[in-house]
C-alpha cells in the first residue's frame, strides 16, 4: 500500500499485461452514468470473488445471475453464503459426524476429492451438474418445443454417449466402504472409467452423462490419464499409461474398456479358459486373468501420480 511511483506502475503493468480479444471491449457493457467509484467497486468484487476456492463455484455462477455486482451486494451474498454454509453443517446427518469425528475413517468427497464432506452436499458436484443442464438446454434452444419432454435432472437416451456396460453405482450407504481397486476388463464400457481422483494426472474438468446397466444416469467430473504397472507371469512388466480415463465419482469399479483398446489403439486381445491377454506388436502389454466368477481383472497396480502424496 505504500504510495510511490513505483508500486503504481506495477500495479498498472500487471493490469495492462492482460491481452484482449478484437471483439472484446469492456466500454460497451458499461451502464449509464458509469464512475470512478463504480470502477473502484467493481474492482473490489471481482477480488472477493476471485479469492474464493473451487468448492465455491455455484456460489459464484449464482452471483453471476444477479442485476448488479457492486461491492455491498457481494458482501451481502458472501455473509449470507457463510450463514447457509454453517447451517448446513449443523445439520449434518449423525454418520457424516460420525466418521468426520473419526480419525480412521475418510469422508473425501468422490467428485472433488476434498475431505469434510460427500459428494450428495458437495457444492462443485451440484454446480458441474447445473453447468451440464444448463449447456443441454442451450443447445436445445433452436428445436422445436416438446411438450413431454424429460425433467433437467435425467439425461435423454440421445444425449448419453458414454456407457458403463455392467458396472454399478454406489449406494447411498456405501460411501462408507471404499470404491474396488481392480481394474475390470469389460466388453461393455464405451471408454476407461475410474472413481479415484487421485489416480488421474493430466486431469481436465468435463461433466457427461453415463448410462448404467439399469438405465439409470451417473456423470462424470473429469478425465485424464492414469498409469498401470503390469504385472505378467509374476514378474513386474514395463507400465503401461491408459488414455482418456473417466472420472466418474459414483462408480463402484475401475472399468478398462477392451473394445476401445481394440477399436482405437491397435490392441488385439487373446482370451482363453484362464486369463485375457492384451497384444500389440506380438508383444503381450499386460493380462487379465479369469476369476472363479468369469471376471478378469487386470494382474498389476495403478500408479498414482507423485504430487498426490503432497
Request: with cysteine; aromatic share 8%; charged share 20%.
Amino acid at each position: 500500500m505504500q504510495k510511490q511511483p513505483g508500486t503504481h506502475f506495477n500495479a498498472y503493468d500487471d493490469l495492462f499485461s492482460i491481452r484482449k480479444r478484437e471483439e472484446d471491449c469492456i466500454c460497451n457493457l458499461r451502464s449509464i452514468g458509469f464512475t470512478l467509484d463504480k470502477l473502484d467497486d467493481e474492482l473490489a468484487s471481482m477480488t472477493l470473488i476471485r479469492a474464493l476456492l473451487d468448492d465455491y463455484n455455484s456460489f459464484v455462477s449464482s452471483l453471476l445471475l444477479k442485476d448488479d455486482l457492486d461491492k455491498i451486494t457481494v458482501q451481502n451474498a458472501f455473509v449470507h453464503e457463510d450463514n447457509q454454509h454453517r447451517h448446513h453443517q449443523n445439520e449434518s446427518p449423525a454418520v457424516e459426524s460420525a466418521l468426520v469425528a473419526s480419525p480412521s475413517s475418510s469422508t473425501n468427497c468422490r467428485f472433488c476429492d476434498y475431505s469434510g464432506h460427500t459428494q450428495d452436499v458437495c457444492r462443485q458436484y451440484a454446480g458441474a451438474k447445473d453447468q451440464f443442464l444448463m449447456n443441454r438446454n442451450t443447445r436445445g434452444k433452436n428445436k422445436p418445443s416438446n411438450t413431454n419432454s424429460q425433467p433437467q435432472n435425467t439425461a435423454s437416451v440421445s444425449q448419453v454417449t458414454e456407457f458403463a456396460g455392467n458396472a454399478s453405482a454406489l449406494s447411498t450407504f456405501s460411501s462408507l466402504t471404499p470404491p474396488n481397486s481392480n481394474w475390470l476388463a469389460d466388453t461393455g464400457a464405451t471408454s476407461h472409467m475410474t472413481p479415484h481422483r487421485h489416480w488421474v494426472q493430466n486431469y481436465s474438468f468435463l461433466c457427461m452423462p453415463i448410462k448404467l446397466a439399469d438405465n439409470s444416469i451417473i456423470y462424470l467430473s473429469g478425465e485424464g490419464t492414469v498409469v498401470f504397472n503390469p504385472v505378467i507371469g509374476g514378474k513386474a512388466s514395463q507400465p503401461v499409461e491408459f488414455t482418456r480415463v473417466l472420472h466418474v465419482p459414483s462408480l463402484q469399479n475401475n472399468l478398462l474398456s477392451c473394445l476401445y483398446l481394440t477399436k482405437h489403439k491397435g490392441i488385439k486381445i487373446h482370451i482363453d479358459s484362464q486369463q485375457m491377454d492384451f497384444i500389440r506388436d506380438s508383444r503381450t502389454l499386460f493380462c487379465a486373468p479369469i476369476g472363479p466368477t468369469n471376471c478378469a481383472h487386470l494382474s498389476g497396480s495403478t500408479e498414482p501420480p507423485p504430487e498426490s502424496a503432497n
